[in-house]
């Protein structure tokens, strides 16, 4: 029992809450420091107040990495539900610690009961018999429960779905899709009984639609007569009306970083099973990353999307004018169900000539929209950047700078960080109307690099 000051009285059982609490909220403090904050507030110097320290916060919190601390973690996911709930799901990459026979990369899971200020430890959320890849993580709007998980496995020819309705502490998991050929990257969409799983094989596009829960799936193609080429799925969404989107990218085929990249949304509403699409932009040839290791397509263009609560959607994506040149990041929003979108608008405050890249949306009420982007203005270093709108994307709110230096990695300079960890990373909105963000920050495409969170708004 700390007792001392006019009144005060902390037990034993508050102690790590509070120790956790300075840490995360006063930044990256020594792990002992925090027993000076308890000397001065027991001697009347500070105060303290639990029902305080849960309340929404002005601004970022510093950043703080999540995930296992050895080996590396690569592009995370992230979804809130409405108990106070946060889920961050990544692949680990090197070695799973504990966990000697996982096959790399492994799906890790980790939560937090307290929307971020603590942590349970990471754990391997399914161990398979193959590597598992490109995570998704999504929460039921309706009952702000149930979390669905999605990911590539058996060398990404299965597209899993797993389902957990006790927050996140046991997992059912199914096969969503199967196939000869190697899928990519897979996006989770989900409203009720509706769950959505979107993925490609090269040029073709396919959504496996279930409508029982994630108990049972059937896939249907979005683009029945594409072009050869590869196409790219970014983000997916389901309005109050049922109707399901797909926002995705497609790069023509034989042409390398010589073509233009193709920007659609698509739009069902019959479940999944036919497809309307429209085409949002065209942007120029990806810039190269050859200097990072990285594939040609690697910094090209994405597009992914949102709905707010009342079916207002929104897209934002990362294209070029000159072929290999910079990219912006671009917004516009539809209040047509996707019937008409506003013209395209530069949302980054960076300088002309700023390389842009992958794209982070989230809504939530009626206008409130926020996104994410990771951009190079303090060349050659990287940082995450945020804004965020209360009406619609009419107005945006200053920028913030959400990744900041933290001493003791290489990768890791007081501009910013050397090269994006991922080929995307995220960010969601918790119980609280807080921003949860998750990126990757690395020495180049391969390794070594981490995850890193924050919250705020």
Not at 260 to 279: F, I
Request: aromatic share 12%; hydrophobic share 40%; with cysteine.
């Amino acid at each position: 029992m700390v007792d001392g000051g006019p009144g005060l009285r902390i037990d034993s059982s508050s102690l790590l809450f509070v120790e956790e609490f300075v840490v995360s909220s006063l930044g990256r403090l020594r792990r002992g420091d925090w027993l000076v904050f308890l000397f001065l507030l027991a001697s009347g110097f500070a105060s303290f107040s639990v029902a305080a320290a849960l309340e929404p916060r002005a601004g970022f919190a510093p950043p703080t990495r999540v995930g296992y601390t050895a080996g590396d973690q690569w592009e995370p996911a992230i979804a809130a539900d409405g108990y106070g709930h946060v889920y961050i799901l990544y692949p680990q990459y090197a070695l799973v610690p504990g966990c000697a026979t996982c096959i790399l990369p492994t799906m890790v899971l980790v939560v937090s009961g307290d929307n971020g200020i603590t942590w349970q430890a990471p754990r391997p959320l399914a161990p398979a018999a193959s590597g598992q890849f490109d995570p998704q993580i999504a929460v039921d709007p309706l009952d702000q429960k149930t979390v669905y998980a999605s990911w590539l496995q058996r060398k990404k020819r299965d597209v899993v779905v797993a389902k957990s309705t006790d927050f996140g502490q046991t997992w059912s998991v199914v096969v969503a899709a199967s196939g000869r050929e190697e899928a990519d990257k897979p996006v989770l969409a989900v409203r009720g009984q509706d769950v959505y799983a979107a993925f490609s094989h090269e040029e073709k596009v396919f959504v496996a639609a279930s409508h029982d829960g994630g108990l049972t799936f059937t896939s249907a193609g979005v683009n029945p007569n594409p072009q050869p080429g590869w196409s790219l799925a970014g983000g997916a969404a389901v309005d109050p009306g049922s109707n399901v989107y797909l926002a995705w990218a497609n790069y023509a085929k034989n042409s390398g970083a010589e073509a233009p990249v193709k920007l659609y949304v698509s739009k069902s509403s019959d479940g999944g099973r036919a497809w309307v699409s429209t085409l949002l932009d065209a942007s120029a040839a990806p810039p190269g990353c050859a200097a990072y290791k990285c594939g040609w397509a690697y910094l090209g263009a994405q597009i992914t999307m949102a709905s707010d609560a009342v079916g207002t959607l929104y897209a934002l994506w990362n294209s070029g004018a000159v072929g290999k040149g910079p990219e912006r990041i671009y917004f516009s929003s539809s209040t047509t169900a996707g019937a008409s979108w506003s013209p395209k608008v530069a949302v980054s405050l960076a300088r002309p000539n700023v390389e842009h890249a992958f794209p982070a949306i989230t809504a939530a009420t009626a206008g409130d929209v926020r996104v994410a982007w990771m951009d190079s203005r303090a060349y050659p270093r990287w940082n995450t950047y945020y804004r965020s709108s209360s009406d619609g994307g009419a107005t945006w709110s200053p920028e913030t700078q959400l990744s900041r230096y933290v001493p003791g990695y290489s990768y890791i300079q007081p501009r910013g960080f050397n090269f994006p960890f991922g080929d995307y990373f995220e960010i969601d909105v918790d119980s609280r109307g807080q921003t949860q963000a998750v990126w990757g920050e690395g020495r180049n495409y391969r390794s070594p690099g981490s995850i890193w969170y924050s919250s705020g708004r």
